[in-house]
């Protein structure tokens, strides 16, 4: 399988896009733009700056002292912590880019993605090897110059099988390149890439030649690849497996891993890590690439490098911290449709080391999110005289574990909903009854006739036609409809005027009791406007809710009219036995007796 991980310098390439003067000069980040003990240090640095001597974390002082040459720019700031919305609509862009030809994609990161692109070069089997197309390509494991490692790699592919892994990998190399060369185009961000046969290799490979560059790498030439790197680089080694590794086995480099058997790693670190690293040591790995666009979790953090124990202090960034979650939250509900189930706090403490708390998160707002990171704060510290009981030297927030975000519910989607349930289940046992609905033209929701095989979806498929068929609209329902932004049920008025529709309303509204009216028309603060059902006032944004009323009231009313005429309709063949009668007479009080009105009341 090809695959290939982008890894973008995000903070630098957006900086040269936003001021283009600075392409190509040596250039670094800085966090803040105080100059107290030398000024802030740097978190990024171009390579034009590398080669120059300077390292991330310097401060501006020391690079002066280097050169006088390098450029600075400063991190933007919102509630005194770096804001990376910039960053991350820019890494948007690339992402989009991806995911639009790549078989499937990946996110990893902000700035790195996994693309699966072996059904791409399926297709692509049979081309001619063009060199142009691999400009700015090299080779894991040759060296000499860029165009010398092309030729020889061309070389060794010309003499190829159309169905060798060498030739399909050149295939997958001027896809990628393709894919650069567009994302350059599209959005002026350059980007790196290593094209392998798993995720591990090739994310190697992408470190390897930077910026703005790619690098193949076949199979046989991952033992040279892992004679220069780190083993501490690959992925999931950085951590407590690395170090644990490091110290038991005495190792530096990727490429010492293949001196230790299956035996000897799995009983070190147990069946499935020993068989996991022994196979990461020969470059297999079978974890495919996962379609993933979106983000796992949104985490939201802050350090201290000097500690933080006064409780205003920290409550005044977990404020921060908060409404920074709840912008990020309501972007990820109206772009990606989704809601967190799942908040959880992260601390660094002095004396307590790193602690984490879980809770599932209700609500999403900056107030609910405050407190719930708080009451997480003192789970784990105690408070006394307005000092905690330990210093935190960092603090993040996390919401985790997305759904999709639940419809906005109202009488139609939640009776809809059920119905579409019951029908799913009834089509196993009753494929042949399906809803009709009636032919006839239906010019108010009084006037829907239900046979004894319509259903609830039936009754609403045959109330939205007649909405859409309606040519004739009254003037105050159109402005009702655009000053609220209500899409309610219209009926057709085609077959009757428009006259006798509004008394048909009028007869609606009289039905009802005294009770229920004054229940329907309490009097509420607010912008109110005119029902157009009973032309009585309403809270604008009572509207909908009441509109609903109306609707469900003529349901409920036609049920409840064709449950009495089927209980007044005898079987010719053979009288039905006096005890079914009577538990069908008191199925049609049950129902008379939980109307619509007393719902709302009940409420």
């Keep these: ?115 699966d692109i072996t059904a791409n070069v399926k297709r692509m089997i049979g081309l001619p090897i063009d060199k142009k197309k691999l400009h700015k390509t090299y080779v894991a494991g040759y060296e000499g110059a ?105 190792i530096q480099w990727a490429s010492e891993l293949v001196n230790f058997s299956q035996a000897d790693l799995v009983s070190r670190y147990g069946d499935k890590t020993g068989v996991w690293i022994y196979n990461i040591a020969r470059g297999i790995d079978h974890e495919p690439v996962k379609h993933r666009s979106l983000v796992k979790q949104t985490v939201c953090s802050k350090n201290f490098p000097k500690g933080i124990k006064l409780v205003n202090e920290l409550d005044t960034w977990v404020s921060y911290l908060s409404l920074e979650m709840e912008e990020r939250l309501a972007f990820e509900l109206t772009d990606n ?45 105690t408070e006394k005289d307005g000092v905690y009981s330990d210093a935190v030297f960092m603090l993040s927030i996390c919401a985790g574990k997305f759904v999709a975000a639940p419809e906005k519910k109202n009488i139609f989607t939640m009776l809809r909903s059920r119905e579409e349930e019951k029908s799913s289940r009834d089509d196993k046992h009753c494929v042949k009854e399906e809803s009709e609905v009636s032919k006839k033209e239906i010019t108010s929701p009084r006037d829907v006739k239900l046979d004894k095989k319509t259903t609830l979806s039936g009754f609403f498929a045959t109330l939205q036609c007649s909405a859409s068929s309606s040519s004739v609209v009254s003037t105050d329902i159109s402005t009702v409809a655009s000053s609220s932004s209500v899409h309610e049920p219209s009926a057709s008025v085609s077959g009757q005027s ?41 809270l604008e944004t009572k509207l909908s809710e009441h509109l609903d009323f109306h609707t469900a009231l003529t349901l409920q009313r036609q049920i409840e009219s064709e449950l009495r005429s089927q209980e007044g309709v005898s079987s010719p063949k053979r009288k039905m036995p006096q005890a079914r009668r009577s538990s069908k007479k008191q199925k049609v009080n049950s129902v008379q007796s939980r109307n619509i009105a007393s719902f709302f009341k009940k409420k």
């Design 1 to 115: 399988r090809n695959q290939t991980t982008g890894n973008l310098l995000l903070l630098l390439i957006v900086f040269v896009r936003e001021q283009p003067e600075l392409k190509g000069k040596p250039l670094a980040v800085l966090q803040y733009s105080d100059v107290i003990d030398g000024g802030s240090s740097a978190i990024a640095v171009s390579y034009e700056a590398r080669k120059l001597g300077v390292k991330r974390g310097m401060r501006k002082k020391e690079m002066d002292a280097i050169s006088p040459d390098i450029k600075t720019v400063v991190m933007p700031h919102i509630r005194k912590k770096a804001d990376l919305s910039m960053f991350r609509a820019a890494s948007g862009e690339v992402m989009t880019i991806l995911a639009k030809y790549a078989t499937v994609f990946e996110r990893a990161s902000i700035d790195e993605a996994y693309i």
């Design 146 to 250: 860029q165009e010398d490692q092309i030729n020889k790699w061309s070389d060794h592919v010309t003499g190829c099988d159309h169905h060798s892994y060498d030739y399909k990998i050149t295939l997958a190399a001027v896809f990628v390149n393709m894919i650069r060369d567009k994302i350059l185009t599209e959005t002026q961000f350059t980007c790196s890439a290593g094209i392998g046969a798993n995720k591990i290799v090739a994310k190697l490979a992408a470190g390897t030649h930077k910026p703005d560059s790619q690098t193949i790498i076949p199979p046989d030439n991952i033992p040279a690849l892992y004679q220069t790197i780190n083993f501490t680089k690959i992925r999931n080694f950085g951590g407590k497996l690395g170090s644990t590794m490091q110290q038991d086995l005495g």
């Design 337 to 381: 449709k989704r809601i967190p189930t799942q908040f959880s706090t992260h601390m660094k403490l002095r004396d307590g080391g790193s602690t984490s708390t879980q809770m599932q998160l209700v609500k999403c707002d900056v107030d609910h999110i405050t407190a719930s990171t708080q009451k997480c704060i003192r789970k784990r510290l």
């Design 498 to 538: 428009v006259e006798s529709s509004k008394e048909n309303n009028r007869n609606s509204w009289n039905s009802l009791s005294e009770e229920d009216k004054t229940l329907m028309l309490k009097p509420l603060d607010g912008a109110k406007t005119r029902c157009p059902v009973c032309n009585k006032p309403v």
